[in-house]
């Protein structure tokens, strides 16, 4: 079992940032990739970055290249994800989730563990 806790959620102004983060506890934490997802009201919760445990390689959604950044400390268990340039679209509870022993996905189905989610609150 893995457990994961986000934090570094908050209410920012348009064009700020934040940088949000994600503690792995349980099973070997490096051989996860991790994902960031968020969930705006009434939307299907979607794919925003991820991260391979072997070559920290990463993708992004579209819509958030280029302003967002992943990354991973495997010696502190945690993954990142430092958004800048904010937008009000961006508000959203943000989700972590571990995918054990393969590459990133996209998608919601490949990942085995989540976290409880923390929101991001963008106002214009």
């Known amino acids: 079992q893995v457990q994961l806790v986000e934090s570094g959620g908050g209410l920012v102004q348009a064009g700020g940032s934040l940088r949000l983060s994600c503690v792995a506890s349980g099973r070997t934490f490096r051989r996860y990739a991790m994902g960031w997802f968020r969930q705006a009201p009434g939307k299907e919760r979607e794919f925003v970055a991820a991260i391979n445990w072997s070559d920290s390689s990463t993708g992004y959604a579209d819509s958030v290249k280029g302003r967002f950044t992943i990354s991973r400390d495997n010696a502190k268990n945690t993954a990142y994800l430092q958004m800048n340039s904010l937008k009000p679209e961006d508000t959203a509870v943000y989700y972590c989730?571990?995918?054990?022993?393969?590459?990133?996905?996209?998608?919601?189905?490949?990942?085995?563990?989540w976290g409880q989610g923390t929101q991001v609150t963008v106002s214009s």
């Open positions: 989730a571990a995918r054990y022993n393969s590459r990133w996905g996209p998608h919601r189905y490949e990942y085995d563990y």
